[in-house]
């Protein structure tokens, strides 16, 4: 059987305000604390435009590759529904703001048991257009009523579509990740999908091999996670498979999905867009848009793939690390701020990854409240580069530097950690261990090289640790040649 998934996905922009209305947008707020006639529906109201809302969305439309309209209109979408009082809702259908684009995937956009089994590498999701329309209000369906908060009523949405050649969940995924990425990187959305900042339906058919005419569609609700909407797709194509070899006639629906008992359940059979009624919003002037397309230009940010491509260029570091590091915008700040202008900056990338991460991980903290700061990290690893203390503790070091918030160089001196790197004094311990040891040094001139490890160890040892490694093993194997 053929998979194909399409994407439905609804993005909050980040504004102050509502869509059509001054309403403040805020999450967390007591329920319908932020209403007002236009986003209640009220007899009277009229919408008046968010700027800036339109501003996002051409600037989401020039990072995802699309067209932007010259002219763009809104139009009004009938349905009756508890949570649209003014039944219909204010959306675009004939002239979107942006058409076609695309988002590119990433090998480390995937789940990670599947980065090693990428279908197709590289590949570009196209999209049929991205919307700009207000959002509904919020039901919560409690044991025998239902409440409404209509709080999230008008706030301003992006409907991001794609075309239907999505091929797997793990691809579906992989869609959801790179895209928010990008969004988080323009400044567009906050795109928490547990706060319903990013919101995604899904539609799946299945077809058999060799047949070119798509499956019946089937959509599926409620994913409040990315991981999530993986496990409803895949839930789905394994339902779907067993009715097809059952002989059952799949049609077009609508279902839910069921997180806790992972599996999907029939809702509504689906509407068609004629049963909308889509037709221009009277009170709405069209909007032309070349000023704010100049203006969204501006506020092009590097996008996550220019970023990749750059810290390999520019620091040295390797494909995977550059991936790791500009997934997350934050860490790549930091990375930045710490490697511009080092001597390592490869070596900084280490230990952003290992010990800086692990250290947040297991404290609980982000990296915007990180008590090393970039250059404190940067000050660490020029020590041990410059053999002024070793690599056994730079650990140490660093871990009182994340415990305390002070500098390398006045942990090191308070402590009086630093590294022997005296010739004559690692010298003399070599001799000495030499002399102790005649059996391994007799080994290593006998070409046991293994031996030398042996020996390195007794030196570290007797120097409490402090002695240059790499400058014992050559002072060691002069000494024994």
């Given amino acids: 059987m053929l998979t194909t998934i399409g994407l439905e996905v609804h993005v909050q922009l980040r504004t102050r305000s509502k869509m059509f209305c001054a309403c403040p947008v805020e999450f967390g707020a007591a ?231 992972g599996e999907t359940f029939l809702m509504r059979t689906k509407e068609f867009a004629h049963d909308y009624r889509y037709f221009p919003d009277p009170d709405l002037p069209p909007i032309r848009t070349e000023a704010l397309v100049r203006e969204a230009r501006s506020r092009l940010p590097e996008l996550p793939g220019a970023k990749r491509e750059r810290f390999v260029k520019q620091y040295g570091v390797s494909a995977y690390d550059a991936g790791v590091l500009a997934n997350d915008l934050e860490l790549a700040a930091y990375f930045e701020a710490a490697a511009t202008g080092a001597r390592r900056p490869k070596s900084l990338a280490n230990w952003t990854l290992n010990d800086l991460q692990s250290a947040l991980a297991d404290a609980g903290r982000s990296i915007a409240d990180c008590p090393v700061s970039p250059a404190a990290l940067d000050e660490l690893v020029n020590l041990v580069e410059a053999g002024t203390i070793s690599g056994k503790q730079a650990k140490e070091v660093f871990m009182e530097m994340f415990a305390s918030g002070k500098t390398a160089s006045a942990i090191v001196q308070e402590k009086g950690i630093e590294q022997l790197s005296d010739a004559t004094a690692i010298e003399a311990l070599c001799d000495e261990v030499i002399a102790a040891n005649p059996k391994p040094a007799a080994d290593f001139r006998a070409g046991h090289t293994a031996s030398l490890n042996f020996l390195k160890g007794q030196v570290m040892k007797l120097s409490k640790g402090t002695a240059n490694p790499a400058l014992v093993g050559k002072i060691l194997e002069r000494k024994l040649r």
């Fill in 31 to 261: 329920p319908n604390s932020h209403t007002c006639p236009t986003c209640l529906g009220l007899p009277g109201a009229l919408p008046v435009v968010n700027a800036e809302a339109v501003r996002l969305t051409i600037l989401t439309g020039l990072m995802l590759e699309c067209e932007i309209a010259s002219e763009s209109h809104f139009d009004r979408k009938n349905y009756f529904y508890p949570d649209m009082p003014k039944n219909y809702q204010i959306t675009q259908y004939a002239r979107p703001f942006c058409m076609r684009g695309w988002v590119p995937l990433h090998d480390l956009a995937y789940p990670k048991d599947a980065q090693k089994n990428i279908e197709s590498p590289d590949k570009k999701v196209e999209l049929v257009r991205i919307h700009l329309e207000e959002d509904v209000a919020r039901s919560f369906h409690l044991e025998n009523s239902t409440g409404i908060d209509f709080n999230r009523a008008g706030t301003p949405l992006l409907e991001i579509v794609t075309e239907p050649e999505i091929n797997s969940p793990e691809e579906a995924f992989a869609f959801l990740t790179a895209l928010r990425q990008i969004l988080l990187y323009g400044e567009v959305s906050y795109a928490d999908m547990e706060k319903g900042q990013l919101r995604c339906d899904c539609n799946i058919s299945l077809r058999p091999q060799g047949q070119s005419e798509l499956g019946a569609k089937i959509e599926i609700k409620n994913m409040n996670s990315v991981s999530g909407v993986r496990r409803a797709l895949a839930f789905e194509v394994r339902r779907q498979i067993e009715a097809l070899e059952r002989g059952e006639t799949l049609q077009q629906e609508t279902r839910g999905w069921d997180d806790s008992a």
